[in-house]
């Protein structure tokens, strides 16, 4: 995510960090290229000139608009939503820890079921494990660091480790229950944060394993590209050497709304307007170390140069 | 649902599975015959010039704006829904094993209720019910390797299969309450669960039986063919010979959008944009397995030829 | 609500069955023979000429095109919102009926409170009721067939009959309750599925009490009107001949977007394109005759004529 | 609230009552005038031609048409969102007054804690103080009728009627509880009611203390005024003495949707499009008194002349 | 937040407090000069002629109304957002304060846990603490004042203040359900509130520290920046000596537009549109205090030169 203060004057045309302009330049390229040829034939080729009328261009425009309109907010939807589930897991996983940390009684804790260190640091670890999974990177270190070795090797076998950590918090849960250091209706309302987490997990899975209908983006991208090739068609007769300038212009604002949203459309990688996944891990592995009490926490992140990752 | 990357350059406009073209093609051969027949006779039939300037284009362009942009979004958000709804069946799903597997005493679970494995797979067959009542499809074969072949015969013959197995599940839970194996409180909340279930399969048959009111069908479909063969009528005087052309693209982009709408707007079919139910219920089934401790799980559901069903 | 499949070629323009055109044709016939007038006197009147460009034409289209987008919208969340609210209502009485059937304990069953097919019949009475409500019909025979003649003659004397017996579940409740045969825990959760119920029959009740602002619909009424009277002498100079025609498309789709969203704004009455609650009602009493255990279910609502009340 | 059928024909043009244009019609007759103005000049000042194309009313035009999209929804979404908020209030207090009369156990009414008939009658108060309060009215004669003149006499002297009025109905329930006539369970359950309204009160509290951003309404105004006001010098030269009617239509639609937003923006007052907060309110006392088992009930609310206050 | 009534006739385009004109206006002033440069020059730099025509205008406005439309809907939507999390504060707090005073007994309070009022202050500094935390200011004020000196030394040392506080209200809540003072399933049901009001102060660091994503922000700015500055090469032929003019009516709206979303999007901090986070929790804490039963309670925040902050 890029963290930065919107730049004023001249600035603006020169932030290249955040923008989706390298992603297009190529497809641009083209386009201006193309539109230059056309202006110094004069749209001619063959010796015959193919003139198009500014007609079907607002015809088109209207079909691009809906379309472009549509999926730009079914994009940022899709991001946002991501953003929230995140948030919920924040907040999910510190009335957990609120939960680990107040409700249970003291005595016989060391003789029945899992220390509360151990239950709050499973959540962080089930953070951390959907993390890696909505990326495909390894989960391992993290895991060794919230749980030990020995039980983050048991979970690196499983295929979907969020849920097997949320059940072992479940577990533990139910070892508090049945020895009778936690009320029962504690301990449904401690289930139900684990319910929530388990929500969001598969939540974030729904979003990373169903994009916006392909012919959609098929049908977006050809008829934005159609536009674009056809405009300068349109465009040389009345504007002439301005041409490719225009077109550029056009070309850049439609392209660009249309990589943005298939960067955005899926929030959970890397790319620099994805979202902060790391970032939002070490907050929640930090809170989850300050309800326990613990003094030397991790420093916040930070962005580099403007990214936050 | 096609799942592949956005193709880029000249592939993308010969990209075929997932397109809406083959599904308009006829009307679309028509439409662009149409233009070039009125290409070639000038616009005039029977001596008679018909001479439509590009005022009322805008005029009813503006509605059909209004209408394709209402329908889109209608659409989308029936397939979004009806995708939400499946991903809370996850969640459900993975709470309810949870449930089952940490907060019943052991002791006695041999003399009351079920066991803890037949009520987590009660759960599994009701998520494949559920799919084979959205299809029309015969649910018999997926019951008997979730419940066992005695089971499944009974179920078949319920008319609403997906409420007899929840029921079936309340039983169970009932059972364990009165033999004192599950804590009231755990019971409620595990009912819950059940509600959840419930409520999700009566969420994918409201989609189901309700499609958009047919008058908006029928007035958009309307408009867009009257729009699009009145058009050669108003283009043939400035585009002389690209008339056609241009009439074959904007019919592509708003019969498209149509088709589109009409496709994705009753989500659980098994066209190529609909959702992938079967790779739903394996996820699910392969996550209530993981659940129970088994090893042997089915291989995840993979794409075949861009197409997860 | 009208079931058919999109219909093909020229059978599109000749379906008539829940197409808006019977409800605006009056208006239709007087703007195309007025647009008639106006071309055969060449927009002339007492000999003076009122000529108008397109260009008010393009002014007052923003407005109105905000107008009918913002319309068709609100009148269509309705229609959604009132679907979902029965849908709930589908889930909200099963999930009832298995806390019926499952969480009480059998003993005692006849000394104290009512039986459980009782309790289960109460609901299907409350949504035949709401749906009566709902539409100004007459509740008692369906009363009758769920509750027995005694029963139904006290509850059609009360004035909001649908809290009536949802106040009459929770009695049984109450009665289960104090009895002992049900878990406090468990009543709680099944008094929940009355609070939904009860949201429901609200929820319906506010949207059948509370139409659009009547200041939206009048303005939209008005500016549709008036722009469709005057399109005629924004046409007459450049279409002639073609001038009725034209009007007439654009005040079809005008006044039919119009119609359409004042038709299903108030989805509970009983014309073609509203809710089939008549079904809806009949799905869930088979719904909780089938968790009863009964064997003769009615049959399944069928549409006639593609019409389903 | 305006309850009316829609006026057909010419009645449509004179109806009034709920109409906006009252409340428009001082800028816009000076707004005509003012293109009367223009047209007699000719749009010339001192000798002087101010000639403005058409161009810059389509680029104004665009700014304008979001502006006005965005705060008609969201205005609108306002209004819609005080209706739920009150819908809500209508369902928790009649599970609010089912769970008075159904759940506690009868034995020792008398001797601990409130008796059922106050403490439903305390949620009726609530929903009165809570009109008074947004309204700015007086809540006195009202209390008294449904508290008696004591309890009113105290619960006036507050500031935030409606939350002292739903501790009391806390403090009731805490004191069944204490003295074990209902069971914790369904306490909790019916505080959850008592958190619903609390929620309900601060909803319509938050809309009715936070407006939309003043900028916004700000930046529309002038926009829709500036346009207008240029409109004239645009439409002379092509439609001469139409402009000033032509003017009037296009202002009427923009002033009207303004003015419009203006005032279902805060749904809570007594103009004639706001909500019918005193015909709810008589609503759902009645519910709780026909839940209390009472015969005279108040008369439904009646609409006086369309509208419902 | 601007609190003030719209201003009626001229007044209306003399109203500076709460206007974004102020933030605009050096860009706007060099766009206007820059147009009254081309006017001068007709449009002539070095001898040559640069001629734009409309047509890329409609073509630019087009992709620059989607995004106006869209970034001014989520920036909306985030401050309604944000408004509705303070809202849920708002009844949270109150639902708290209302289970304290309400459901625990009352003997044995002194001997076990925290009283009463500290219970019900804690969560009044909690919601300080939040508001210093969004905006970056100092809480210790305002925490003395809720908790005294020595609690408030304790909370300000830790990292996330809010969540400690919660904490430390939990803890409360575990001490009386340990000593029997409350039941456990009210426990619960006050455990939901600080769950609520944990998930409220989770969704305020989400909007907070997730900006709209910078590319949007970018590309939205560098068409708005193109498109006014080409503007007076597209106008002046036509409108010669009122080309600035027109040019800074258009960029007014567009650049208002703009910097009125970059404004609310982030709608913690302290400019004139803001959220009042300061009025607030003037509120929460004088509700808080009421239910505690204090007489004299803080003036109701006053708007100061129609200003709450």
């Not at 691009?64 to 897991?89: P, V």
């Not at 550029?248 to 439609?254: H, I």
Request: charge should be neutral.
């Amino acid at each position: 995510m890029i963290v930065r203060d919107r730049p004023h004057g001249l600035a603006l045309f020169f932030a290249m960090r955040g923008s989706v302009l390298p992603s297009i330049l190529p497809a641009l390229a083209v386009n201006v290229l193309f539109a230059g040829i056309v202006t110094v034939l004069h749209g001619e080729f063959l010796d015959h000139k193919i003139q198009v009328t500014t007609v079907p261009f607002s015809l088109i425009g209207l079909a691009l608009a809906i379309f472009l309109g549509f999926r730009n907010s079914a994009a940022y939807d899709r991001y946002w939503e991501g953003r929230k589930l995140w948030g919920e897991m924040v907040h999910a996983s510190r009335s957990w820890a609120r939960g680990v940390m107040c409700y249970p009684t003291n005595h016989g804790e060391a003789s029945a079921g899992p220390g509360r260190r151990s239950m709050v640091m499973t959540v962080a670890a089930m953070v951390h494990a959907l993390r890696h999974q909505l990326r495909g990177t390894d989960a391992r270190a993290d895991l060794v660091r919230c749980l030990g070795d020995e039980a983050a090797s048991q979970v690196v076998r499983r295929r979907n480790m969020p849920a097997a950590l949320l059940q072992q918090a479940g577990q533990g849960l139910g070892a508090w229950l049945h020895s009778g250091q936690l009320d029962p209706q504690l301990a449904a309302t401690m289930e139900n944060r684990l319910a929530e987490l388990t929500a969001c997990a598969a939540g974030c899975e729904r979003i990373a394993s169903t994009p916006i209908p392909f012919a959609y983006t098929l049908l977006l991208h050809r008829t934005a590209y159609i536009y674009c090739f056809l405009l300068p068609f349109g465009l040389v007769d009345t504007l002439h050497g301005l041409t490719p300038l225009v077109v550029g212009l056009v070309a850049y604002t439609f392209f660009g709304l249309d990589a943005l949203g298939d960067e955005i459309e899926d929030p959970f990688g890397t790319k620099l307007n994805h979202l902060p996944l790391d970032a939002l891990c070490v907050t929640i592995e930090t809170s989850l170390r300050e309800a326990l009490g613990e003094e030397n926490l991790p420093a916040p992140p930070q962005a580099e140069r403007y990214v936050l990752t």
